[in-house]
């Protein structure tokens, strides 16, 4: 373990244009549960959404056919208002002030690298902390959602007010998507980190790094092909690595 944090400031150190690339585990030290993890939302036993597969409850058709069901979901285990941001986002957050890190790469809608003090983020799955209504379009507070009385939030126009997060079934952002593609294309290192690159098109985005060292962090292995080398896989939690590093 200690060669291989090692190599990895080394790494640090030699490389101008590091992008960062991240998921769920990123935010799970703040307490927000991944999804696949076996303390993830996928296996938490939960009475009352037992009997629907969880990639149904964030999907569009949930949202569209069954939207109680949906928000009553999304009010209970997507809301990140009240939630911290750790030593992971905090020490990428320096890595940006250092002028080592050029951007971050998220599939997590909770807006805890802002929080942090990062300045570039690609948030490829949208944010919980912009709602829309979908039929005029007018933008709503996060707080507008969280804290509605109605189970279905509504627009004055008769609309229902959403996330302007990417739910199952729907296209991801396009700026977003073509920014993180440009900025893996540009990468002289790229680092992986708390993602089960399960998630499609999202996990594909990361063959796109042509750069010299690829670094990636994860509780448990992940699919993802590494030149034994040169790249490096750490076994571990991102949050004491990256505090460790910096
Ligand atoms: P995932 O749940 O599929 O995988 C998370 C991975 O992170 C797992 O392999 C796990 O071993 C690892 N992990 C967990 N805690 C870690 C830690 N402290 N250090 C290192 N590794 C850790 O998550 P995913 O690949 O991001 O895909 C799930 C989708 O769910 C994403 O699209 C994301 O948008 C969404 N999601 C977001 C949040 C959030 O915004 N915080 C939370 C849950 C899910």
């Known amino acids: 373990m200690e060669d291989l944090i090692k190599k990895f400031s080394e790494y640090i150190e030699e490389s101008h244009n590091i992008v960062f690339f991240g998921g769920a585990g990123v935010s799970t030290e703040s307490g927000i549960p991944d999804f696949r993890s076996k303390d993830g939302l996928y296996n938490q036993k939960d009475i009352k959404f037992d009997k629907y597969p969880p990639e149904y409850l964030l999907s569009h058709t949930c949202l569209v056919k069954e939207p109680k069901v949906f928000f009553e979901f999304y009010r209970q285990k997507m809301d990140a208002r009240n939630i911290q941001p750790n030593a992971a986002h905090f020490a990428l957050a320096e890595l940006e002030k250092l002028g080592k890190l050029k951007s971050i790469i998220t599939q997590n809608i909770d807006g805890l690298h802002q929080k942090a003090g990062s300045?570039?983020?690609?948030?490829?799955?949208?944010t919980t902390k912009e709602n829309y209504c979908d039929k005029c379009n007018k933008k709503y507070p996060s707080d507008y959602i969280f804290d509605s009385k109605e189970?279905?939030?509504?627009c004055e126009c008769g609309g229902i007010v959403r996330p302007k997060v990417t739910l199952y079934e729907e296209g991801l952002p396009e700026d977003a998507v073509s920014n993180a593609i440009s900025a893996i294309r540009k990468a002289d290192m790229l680092i992986v980190a708390g993602?089960?690159?399960q998630v499609y098109p999202a996990a594909s985005y990361v063959h796109n790094f042509t750069g010299?060292?690829?670094?990636?962090?994860?509780k448990e292995p992940i699919n993802v092909k590494l030149d034994n080398k040169k790249d490096i896989f750490i076994q571990g939690s991102v949050g004491e690595i990256l505090r460790n590093i910096i």
């Open 151 to 154: 189970s279905i939030p509504q």
């Open 119 to 126: 300045n570039i983020v690609y948030e490829i799955h949208g």
């Open 212 to 218: 010299k060292h690829l670094v990636v962090i994860n």
């Open 195 to 197: 993602t089960s690159l």
